[in-house]
């Protein structure tokens, strides 16, 4: 008898198909718009247990010590610097039409409206936008936040709320001793590169604000804070993956926080602009 081949009787499995380009561009926006709607909700939490009790305050004592505190040396050290060489900077432009008078004007619009708000959001999303993350990240990864639920505790109250509250308290207090160090950087700036009395510099700067200028300076620090915040709790509650996804949500946190401060920036300028005439 003639050996013959064995033949497979099965059937042949079949390959999986390879998803169009359609399909996942889909999925990829039905998870971000998913994404989008998880940050709301957690977001209109964070502020309405604010409204009820429990609310846990020591927590936010302690968030306040660790943001607030523990920001201000790169706030103090930075907004004098980022001051001085807004001065060396203006202050160049002005001696060559004879008015270097007008670089204490500049300089103080610059920092109240502008630069104070935003250098200090994004130092301050650098720091503690990322420590939020990690912690809250390292938390989720050793399930203490499960453990949390188990005992009747809201981790969006025990744990999103007091440091959205803290954050809202001190980024606009670290706002205003930038601006002010920044102010103290460009006159110590002026007097010994431009060779301006600082007595002038300061009723110059002082006398060109208005309250509008100081109006929008404190809106943008208490929306750079809530935002930089509820984007560090958010990505902490939703890591995967271990040790790596610690890694991964914190690098996150600080890179969507920091593009969320510039974005809203603009949208809060262009308004701030607008409402200036009508209302302030």
């Known amino acids: 008898m003639a050996d013959t081949p064995l033949q497979d009787t099965q059937p042949q499995a079949g390959s999986p198909e390879t998803p169009s380009v359609v ?18 909700k957690l977001s209109f939490r964070s502020l309405t247990n604010l409204a009820t009790s429990p609310r846990y305050m020591q927590d936010t004592l302690a968030q306040m010590d660790d943001i607030g505190v523990g920001s201000l040396p790169i706030v103090l050290l930075s907004g004098f610097f980022i001051g001085a060489v807004m001065v060396l900077q203006t202050g160049a432009q002005f001696e060559r039409f004879g008015q270097s008078s007008l670089t204490g004007d500049v300089v103080a619009i610059a920092l109240v409206r502008e630069l104070g708000p935003s250098i200090t959001g994004l130092l301050v999303a650098g720091r503690c936008a990322s420590g939020i993350a990690s912690e809250l990240g390292s ?12 005992m009747g ?10 440091r959205v509250l803290a954050t ?24 010994f590169s431009l060779r301006l009395d600082a007595t002038t510099f300061w009723e110059r700067a002082i006398a060109v604000l208005q309250f509008s200028d ?11 804070g809530f935002i930089l915040a509820t984007v560090g709790c958010y990505q902490g509650l939703n890591v995967r993956g271990g040790t790596q996804g610690v890694g991964r949500a914190t690098t996150q946190a600080v890179v969507v926080s920091s593009v969320l401060i510039i974005v809203a920036d603009t949208f809060l300028t262009k308004i701030a602009l607008f409402l200036a005439d009508k209302i302030f």
Not at 140 to 149: I, K, S, Y
């Open 139 to 150: 938390m989720q990864v050793t399930e203490q936040v499960d453990a949390m639920r188990a």
């Open 23 to 40: 399909e996942v561009l889909l999925d990829a926006a039905k998870t971000n718009i998913l994404k989008v709607q998880e940050y709301s």
């Open 214 to 224: 100081l109006m929008q300076g404190f809106s943008k620090s208490v929306v750079f």
């Open 153 to 162: 505790t809201d981790p969006s109250r025990k744990l999103v709320s007091p």
């Open 168 to 191: 809202l308290i001190t980024l606009p207090l670290l706002t205003t001793i930038s601006v002010f160090v920044g102010l103290v950087g460009g006159m110590v700036a002026s007097v």
